[in-house]
């Protein structure tokens, strides 16, 4: 890790933003894996044709209004 780094997490030790450097560094990296997990969901539903999911939930929603009750 370089120089510029370690004194920024100082700094925010310092603050009591985080009790220790390792606190830093192990939320830093688990912030990191989290946004990497969230981006990782949003580029696989992008895959997704809205057409087709379109037509899927109105096809359970046209099954499932058959089973209810009349008003």
């Known amino acids: 890790m370089n ?8 700094s925010l030790v310092k603050a009591r933003v985080f009790r220790t450097r390792s606190e830093a560094i192990q939320k830093s990296v688990e912030e990191k894996l ?3 997990e969230k981006s990782r969901l949003a580029r696989e539903c992008a895959k997704l044709s809205k057409t087709e ?3 899927m939930a109105e096809e359970g929603l046209q099954s499932d209004a058959s089973e209810w009750p009349a008003y």
């Not at 780094?5 to 100082?10: A, G, P, Y």
């Open 34 to 36: 989290g946004r990497l």
């Open 3 to 10: 120089k510029r780094t370690l004194s920024r997490i100082d």
């Open 53 to 55: 999911e379109q037509a």
